[in-house]
């Protein structure tokens, strides 16, 4: 992702104002995603998730992460998997930010600097404008990757040579940050808090894709890993995932979604599986 070092700059000193009086140390991941956090929500079941699938393909998977910013995500992966690397095309996002950058990161724009094959790739974010499907599918077999339905675009492979195996629902990192704001910073009425709650617009899409000789393969790991998430507390979770249930976000909770006019329910992390190719 592109980024303007005085941008940058400018961010990285709201970030240090804004933890004199944050109310919570993990209210910054929602706040400043860039710096302290990810584009996407996710908890721990969704690493799992992918986990699950790098592990189904091989018993040494090679998985890459690209647009990886600072590695949030990534570093929740390595301790699943060892042999992963990710690709950040924006040098100054890594060293303004005063951060050692890991061998595992590497600088470079996927769009040409993708080098080796893959087992599995996983496009968290693409800016808009944007395009790295054509790089990404030629060197892999199996995507993971994540719409923002507010802003990120260009991450469905269906014409690129892949089949669509499962799919669920988070919430955007938008509608958790106006929440945690309207909630702890500011002075709203609950009545009025519980009105902005109904209009969350934005969600976040998660996408897997497979060639058709992984499909099934692919697919058999995603529902053994849902039927483990059944047994409450069995892998753990993080500690930011009390900040989305503390913001109406729990796991299988039911919200309204817009469709062709019409309001459904979904649940959020509820995996909706495709028919095989």
Same mark, same amino acid.
Request: charged residues 30%; contains cysteine; aromatic residues 12%.
């Given at each position: 992702?592109?980024?303007?070092?005085?941008?940058?700059?400018?961010?990285?000193?709201?970030?240090?104002?804004?933890?004199?009086?944050?109310?919570?140390?993990?209210?910054?991941?929602? =706040?400043?995603?860039?710096?302290?956090?990810?584009?996407?929500?996710?908890?721990? @079941?969704?690493?799992?998730?992918?986990?699950?699938?790098?592990?189904?393909?091989?018993?040494?998977?090679?998985?890459? +992460?690209?647009?990886?910013?600072?590695?949030?995500?990534?570093?929740?992966?390595?301790?699943?998997?060892?042999?992963?690397?990710?690709?950040?095309?924006?040098?100054?996002?890594?060293?303004?930010?005063?951060?050692?950058?890991?061998?595992?990161?590497?600088?470079?724009?996927?769009?040409?600097? =993708?080098?080796?094959?893959?087992?599995?790739?996983?496009?968290?974010?693409?800016?808009?404008?944007?395009?790295?499907?054509?790089?990404?599918?030629?060197?892999?077999?199996?995507?993971?990757?994540?719409?923002?339905?507010?802003?990120?675009?260009?991450?469905?492979?269906?014409?690129?040579?892949?089949?669509?195996?499962?799919?669920?629902?988070?919430?955007?990192?938008?509608?958790?940050?106006?929440?945690?704001?309207?909630?702890?910073?500011?002075?709203?009425?609950? +009545?009025?808090?519980?009105?902005?709650?109904? @209009?969350?617009?934005?969600?976040?899409?998660?996408?897997?894709?497979?060639?058709?000789?992984?499909?099934?393969? &692919?697919?058999?790991?995603?529902?053994?890993?849902?039927? +483990?998430?059944?047994? &409450?507390?069995?892998?753990?979770?993080?500690?930011?995932?009390?900040?989305? +249930?503390?913001?109406?976000?729990?796991?299988?909770?039911?919200?309204?979604?817009?469709?062709?006019?019409?309001?459904?329910?979904?649940?959020?992390?509820? =995996?909706?599986?495709?028919?095989?190719?």
């Amino acid at each position: 992702m592109a980024h303007k070092v005085r941008d940058l700059e400018i961010a990285i000193e709201a970030l240090k104002k804004f933890r004199k009086y944050s109310i919570s140390p993990l209210h910054e991941r929602y =706040i400043f995603p860039l710096l302290s956090g990810t584009y996407f929500c996710y908890r721990k @079941l969704d690493v799992l998730r992918v986990a699950a699938i790098a592990k189904a393909l091989s018993n040494k998977p090679k998985y890459c +992460d690209v647009g990886c910013g600072c590695g949030d995500f990534l570093i929740k992966i390595r301790e699943f998997i060892s042999d992963v690397v990710g690709i950040e095309n924006c040098a100054d996002l890594v060293y303004r930010c005063h951060r050692i950058k890991p061998d595992y990161i590497k600088i470079t724009d996927a769009r040409w600097g =993708i080098n080796d094959r893959f087992d599995i790739i996983f496009v968290g974010w693409m800016e808009p404008g944007i395009d790295l499907r054509d790089a990404v599918a030629q060197k892999t077999d199996v995507i993971v990757s994540t719409l923002d339905q507010g802003i990120s675009l260009a991450a469905e492979f269906e014409g690129h040579g892949f089949y669509k195996v499962a799919s669920w629902r988070t919430p955007s990192w938008e509608d958790v940050n106006t929440e945690i704001m309207n909630k702890y910073y500011t002075q709203i009425h609950n +009545d009025t808090l519980n009105y902005l709650s109904k @209009l969350r617009g934005a969600h976040n899409l998660w996408y897997v894709y497979s060639r058709k000789k992984n499909f099934e393969k &692919v697919k058999e790991a995603l529902i053994t890993s849902q039927g +483990d998430e059944q047994n &409450v507390g069995a892998h753990g979770r993080y500690d930011f995932e009390d900040i989305l +249930d503390g913001c109406g976000f729990n796991y299988m909770e039911e919200i309204e979604v817009i469709c062709s006019r019409n309001q459904r329910l979904e649940r959020l992390w509820e =995996i909706r599986f495709i028919n095989s190719p």
